[in-house]
């Protein structure tokens, strides 16, 4: 039964699933759509969401010395000038004169860039020129220089420029993080691959800081932590990897930096970075606010401004890890294929499929008052349609990890078959152990 398919995964195979289940739909899709903007469906909002709730959790919950912010996507204009993205945040663009398609310069094979021919048509690229991603707009009435504020590319200044009323409002010692998930922005040259990369996006960061003395153990220890959050998320570990920046892909922020790369049908891509950045952050913001952006460390009297090691992750990009991670189109038997999204069952969109046998003689009513009764505790969906092997299947194609079946004995003895989706054994249990027997399943989960 075990032979499976996973590995002839391509991204159409997956672009349409989530289309066809509810994931993700293209943005403004009834006008031709938006290139590199997506919409987030029923059940790709409520995967993106336990995601970004399980990052929390892992994040801020699980530390005692972590903390969260929610700052403004907006921010004076100053910031990007301190953080260096108005002067450095580029890309290296190229046109194609004959079919005007634009490219990442160092995204081309190296054909085409010694070449100066478009991948496309074969036609003359133009020189490169360096193109801010950084998208601007104006605030207020007055289009003017004084009135620019940028999106933000990056969650993380929001969190360097509120060091000091963390400090001062949280009576956090160093070391200790501060955690945000949110909304960032790029004029990305080329997006493609579905939601890998597009130009809105969500990011979840956490800055560290710490003293400059110890950025090496801290950056060891954040890069442990980082991998073992993946594994927790169900992520299987041989498609994982770290990949270290040389010398010419290091950000102008970083001293270090290492990538946590995943393997994707389009290839090995960042997923996740780890960054020693130094105190670059806090010593610019310093400079440009005029603030002192210091730490004063109690007991040796000594001042110096932090290091930060900063854990930068994808939120969007997750979604997409997870996705490819759990498709699997399992050979069921000669005649018998089945799709299944093995989502680690924390994350799952739905946890709990109900469904009567059959409508009639009171099944449904009572199917209807467990699922009623499970709602409090799990996310749960209620079928009736359709014979219930296909109910089954289609509760695998979204990776729903248990389902329930009423039937004629439950009116007799008040038990239902707990079907679980990997093994798709049953079980007979009494109504009343549901709840549990569905904990300490999550809780000893492990991938078949
Ligand atoms: N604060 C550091 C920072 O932003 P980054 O490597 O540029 O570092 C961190 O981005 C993470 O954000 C990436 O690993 C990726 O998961 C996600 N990300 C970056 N650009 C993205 C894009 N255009 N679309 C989707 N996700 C993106």
């Given at each position: 039964m075990e032979e499976t398919k996973q590995n002839t995964l391509t991204m159409d195979m997956l672009v349409s699933l989530c289309k066809r289940r509810g994931f993700v739909f293209q943005s403004s899709e009834i006008y031709g759509g938006l290139s590199s903007a997506w919409d987030y469906g029923p059940l790709g909002v409520e995967l993106k969401n336990n995601i970004k709730d399980f990052w929390w959790k892992e994040m801020t919950g699980m530390y005692e010395n972590i903390v969260g912010i929610d700052a403004a996507i907006m921010m004076h204009p100053r910031v990007w000038e301190a953080s260096g993205h108005v002067e450095n945040f580029s890309d290296p663009l190229v046109d194609c004169r004959e079919c005007r398609q634009r490219f990442r310069e160092d995204n081309l094979p190296e054909e085409n860039r010694a070449g100066r021919k478009c991948p496309e048509c074969g036609g003359e690229l133009t020189e490169p020129r360096q193109f801010n991603l950084m998208f601007q707009t104006n605030l207020g009435a007055v289009e003017d220089s004084s009135s620019i504020v940028y999106l933000r590319p990056e969650t993380a200044q929001g969190i360097y420029v509120n060091f000091k009323n963390v400090v001062q409002t949280s009576r956090q010692k160093i070391p200790f993080g501060i955690a945000q998930v949110g909304k960032a922005f790029r004029n990305e040259i080329t997006t493609k691959n579905f939601i890998f990369r597009t130009c809105e996006f969500e990011q979840m960061e956490m800055q560290f800081f710490i003293d400059p003395k110890e950025d090496e153990k801290w950056f060891e220890y954040w890069k442990e932590q980082r991998w073992d959050y993946y594994k927790k998320l169900g992520i299987r570990e041989n498609k994982l990897r770290f990949h270290q920046h040389g010398p010419d892909e290091l950000?102008?922020?970083?001293k270090d930096a290492y990538d946590i790369e995943y393997e994707f049908p389009f290839g090995w891509k960042e997923l996740e970075g780890v960054h020693n950045r130094t105190d670059y952050d806090l010593r610019r913001h310093g400079e440009y606010s005029g603030k002192e952006l210091t730490y004063l460390e109690e007991a040796t009297k000594e001042r110096y401004i932090p290091y930060v090691i900063e854990t930068s992750a994808g939120l969007t990009r997750t979604v997409l890890t997870v996705l490819a991670d759990a498709y699997e189109e399992e050979v069921v038997d000669e005649k018998d294929t089945r799709t299944v999204l093995r989502f680690h069952p924390r994350i799952a969109p739905v946890t709990v499929g109900v469904f009567p046998?059959?409508?009639?003689?009171?099944l449904a009513e009572l199917a209807r008052e467990i699922e009623g009764n499970l709602r409090s505790d799990f996310s749960t969906f209620y079928d009736q349609g359709g014979a219930i092997g296909r109910r089954y299947r289609r509760q695998d194609e979204i990776g729903t990890p248990y389902c329930v079946t009423i039937d004629y004995q439950t009116k007799d003895d008040n038990t239902v078959t707990l079907r679980y989706r990997d093994s798709m054994e049953q079980e007979r249990i009494a109504i009343e152990e549901i709840p549990s027997r569905i904990r300490e399943a999550i809780k000893g989960y492990r991938r078949v």
């Open positions: 950000a102008h922020y970083a046998l059959v409508k009639k003689d009171g």
